[in-house]
């Protein structure tokens, strides 16, 4: 005769008051009115006359929008020898072309460093993580000599092949592949004769869908808020934030509409892919 086998049902209390839950999310709201308060501002100013604009102190609203300010934005730079076509353009290929590279070119360096066993990859990862603490101006004298031979000065090379190069992303992925692609899946794919690429490329890329994202999200909008390099002076290779610096001393209300159109594109990316650049965060992980 079967035993029955007794399972009791354990209910999972958590130790802390309704009024700490109701503190704790009255402090993070008022933390991201905080946080939101200079983006709301910039927002503000981009609608706002040039009448209010002068009000002292500054008004958190706006009495009477208008969008001239944004008619005034491309019209300054309509105004001016390269048309504003140009600007968004070299915005949005030196983006493309640098979250495209720099996705990639990690992805792969991440799944090697993570599951190819070979001599002195230990010692290449904790190199990788100790570059995390250098700032990139220390390397600005070498970098400068290496354009210089490399003949990318005033080029859309210097703005794209050194975003290749983003280490953070690198780390982020090489901790998600570890923490959710096994050795086992990895090992059962090669006795069945997957080659590497096609390991990288059909199994770890989805199952590691949250890292990649995150990594394209991160480096585009941080490629795409970039100033004007230092090493490019032709004005038809300079990006949009270099127009809209060009005009900010021109008009206030100019340069806030740029800023709100610059910004605007990395927030709509950023808000379609939140839930994943969270799970990204909380996986990454600093287990080492």
Not at 130 to 146: D, E, H, K, Q, R
Not at 185 to 207: K, N, S, T
Request: net charge positive.
């Amino acid at each position: 005769m079967a035993r029955k086998i007794r399972v009791r049902n354990h209910r999972v209390v958590l130790n802390r008051s309704k009024g700490g839950d109701a503190g704790i999310t009255i402090f993070l709201i008022l933390l991201g009115i905080v946080m939101f308060l200079p983006m709301w501002y910039l927002i503000i100013t981009a609608l706002k006359p040039l009448g209010e604009r002068n009000i002292t102190p500054p008004l958190l609203y706006v009495m009477k929008p208008t969008w001239q300010n944004f008619i005034d934005l491309f019209t300054n730079m309509n105004s001016t020898w390269v048309p504003v076509s140009r600007y968004l353009f070299n915005t949005i290929i030196i983006s493309v072309a640098a979250t495209f590279g720099c996705l990639v070119l990690g992805s792969l360096t991440a799944y090697a460093l993570s599951k190819i066993k070979f001599p002195g990859r230990v010692v290449i990862f904790k190199l990788i993580q100790y570059s995390l603490m250098i700032s990139s101006t220390v390397a600005g004298i070498t970098n400068f000599f290496i354009f210089v031979a490399l003949k990318w000065l005033n080029t859309y090379w210097i703005s794209i092949v050194p975003v290749w190069a983003s280490t953070l992303g690198l780390y982020l992925m090489k901790q998600f592949i570890d923490t959710n692609v096994s050795d086992e899946m990895i090992e059962a794919a090669r006795i069945d004769g997957a080659g590497e690429l096609r390991i990288y490329w059909q199994i770890v890329m989805p199952l590691v869908k949250p890292a990649w994202l995150t990594l394209l999200v991160t480096t585009f909008q941080s490629v795409w808020n970039a100033g004007a390099s230092g090493y490019v002076w032709s004005e038809q290779l300079k990006t949009f934030n270099t127009a809209i610096a060009n005009i900010s001393t021109v008009s206030v209300g100019a340069s806030s509409a740029g800023s709100v159109v610059m910004m605007s594109v990395p927030i709509i990316i950023f808000i379609i892919n939140q839930a994943k650049i969270v799970e990204t965060m909380g996986s990454s992980g600093m287990k080492d």
